[in-house]
């Protein structure tokens, strides 16, 4: 590689919405040598396509992280902070250290290096949108193994997303550990029993 090539991570999280569950975020630096074609916003992949990217990105990045902050995080911290804790999390784990962060939105962590802000950031810069495919396919796959350990949310259906079923299976089922009880609803809940 090099001397004059700068290491960009890119950096997004995945998981700011649902009541349950915690929230991912990734960092990604991709090898300019090795171009993956389709990288987008996660949002705009189909699942399939998400978890054939995933794969990819794995394979060719130069490096990748993923990270994680916990319910009790979110319900402490409330879930934007958590969420910067969690992209922190990510760029710490990274294997080379990057010169410069790109971040997905409108605030950056502090990561102790050249960092920027980009709104849409995932739809524009391949990094960031790796980043967004790696942090969504952890979490929906850590929602998925939640399923089966409590099973009548629906969590591998919504992943924790405020649904309609989801919001009916909170009040038939009551609040299970994975919820996050400074959210609306489950607050509400809580405050009614």
């Excluded at 939640?146 to 009548?152: E, I, K, Q």
């Excluded at 259906?157 to 009551?174: E, F, I, N, Q």
Aim: glycine share 8%; proline share 6%.
């Amino acid at each position: 590689m090099s001397e004059s090539v700068i290491l960009v991570a890119g950096v997004d999280e995945a998981g700011r919405g649902p009541l349950a569950g915690p929230v991912s975020a990734a960092a990604v630096i991709l090898d300019p040598a090795r171009p993956i074609v389709g990288i987008n916003d996660s949002k705009k992949l189909s699942a399939s396509r998400r978890a054939i990217l995933d794969r990819e990105i794995r394979e060719r990045s130069l490096a990748w992280a993923v990270a994680w902050a916990t319910v009790e995080e979110i319900d402490r911290i409330n879930i934007l902070q958590a969420s910067l804790l969690a992209m922190q999390r990510a760029v710490a784990a990274l294997a080379i250290q990057p010169q410069r962060i790109l971040v997905d939105g409108n605030r950056c962590p502090e990561f102790g290096l050249e960092a920027q802000a980009i709104i849409g950031g995932d739809g524009l810069i391949p990094a960031i949108g790796a980043a967004s495919i790696l942090a969504k396919v952890a979490r929906d796959r850590l929602m998925e193994h939640m399923d089966l350990d409590f099973p009548g949310y629906g969590f591998a259906l919504h992943k924790g997303y405020p649904t309609r079923v989801h919001l009916a299976a909170l009040r038939t089922l009551g609040v299970c550990p994975h919820h996050r009880r400074s959210f609306g609803p489950v607050r509400t809940l809580i405050e009614s029993n």
